[in-house]
């Protein structure tokens, strides 16, 4: 399209283009450009679309044609104003959840909360496991000097007995010695058969300290997980959708027409005022 001894943005309008201030065709330079091929999206004169290189093309009047796209461009111009506010909607709900989260400390204090409780737990399991010890300890011992005392007595009957029967042994005369074994010969008896021996079982605390090693080696295992893998593999973490989000996720939403209406009409009346 050749340039013109003056330029209007707009040849052509209802009246038709004035020769003077009119483009010229770049195929006919002695014509006016006064039409629009729709499909080379050129300003051409009346004689392209019958015998030129745009023969046989859709053609608009000029003026009608930029009638149209003054249309389209307010139409633009509205959907920009319309998205612009949507994308100030948009600054303004984050920096409002960047406050509100700044604001919250509720998660850290409710963690610290836990964990105290947790502590506390551990710390009373200790004291209840060292209880657990020394009772059944102290026990042991106890069931230990009993069976000392017991058998201490019975050391100190079997040396009486040995000491009786020892004399009796030594009595000269045959008579007493008889009456004497005689009456001593059912305890004798009594005392022939070897005593038991007793072997302590060892008491051993094996088990609690087995129970509270696995205990520390499954919580080390369960910590040696990342965080964040082991929320994804909790069940409950899983039904809530918000502790899958990544920091900072957006949840993004297209308007309905609806919507975009009454933006639309919004913007008209802001810039109506303005």
Known sequence: MASAATTSRTPGGPGGPSPARSWRCSEHSDRPVELFCRRCKRCVCALCP???????????????????VQKLIQECLEHLAIKKQQYIGNVTHIEGAAEK???????????????????????EEEVLAKKFIDKNMQLALQAYREQVESCKKQVDILDDLASRVWGIGQEPNPIQLLQAYTATELEMQRHMSLGELSHPVPLSFEPVKSF???????????LQTPLDIRLKENLRC?????????????????????????????????????
């Open 50 to 68: 019958v015998l030129g290189a745009h023969r046989g093309h859709p053609v608009a009047l000029a003026w009608e044609e930029a009638a149209r």
């Open 101 to 123: 989260l700044k604001a919250s400390d509720s998660s850290k204090a409710w963690l610290k909360e836990k964990f105290t409780e947790f502590r506390l737990l551990l710390d």
């Open 212 to 222: 509270f090693k696995d205990f520390m080696e499954a919580l080390q295992r369960t």
């Open 238 to 274: 899983q039904l809530s959708s918000s502790s899958n989000a990544k920091p900072g996720a957006l949840l993004k939403t297209s308007p309905s027409p609806e919507r975009s209406l009454l933006l639309k009409c919004k913007s008209g009346r802001e810039e109506g005022w303005e």
